[in-house]
């Protein structure tokens, strides 16, 4: 018994990775090439640059550094966001209890 259900969550991850195979775009090098052109990554590249010079660090730090720093600020507002919609629900469900 134990055998089959293991066989069976075996073959549920499986489906579930192949799934998730025919959702990534294998394009990635065409997307990549195509980014690297925009104004965005090259004022990225200015900034990589301008952080590294003015810092006294190598342009791998500067880089690090500035990826690092955005992706915080995505994590900060992430957090920010998931705990307005908290409080949101949180409200909520105070209309809906005070109302019985």
């Not at 969550?9 to 990635?28: G, P, W």
């Not at 730090?61 to 957090?79: F, N």
Request: net charge negative; charged share 30%; with cysteine.
């Amino acid at each position: 018994m134990f055998s089959d259900n293991q066989e069976n969550v075996q073959l549920l991850n499986t489906a579930i990775i192949k799934s998730k195979e025919r959702k990534i775009d294998n394009s990635y090098e065409e997307r990549l090439a195509r980014i690297c052109q925009t104004p965005a990554v090259k004022a990225i590249s200015a900034a990589i640059a301008q952080l590294a010079e003015s810092e006294n660090i190598s342009r791998d730090q500067a880089a690090i550094s500035l990826v690092e720093t955005v992706r915080e600020l995505d994590s900060i507002w992430s957090d920010y966001v998931m705990m307005e919609g908290i409080g949101r629900l949180k409200e909520l469900l105070r209309g809906d209890n005070s109302k019985h």
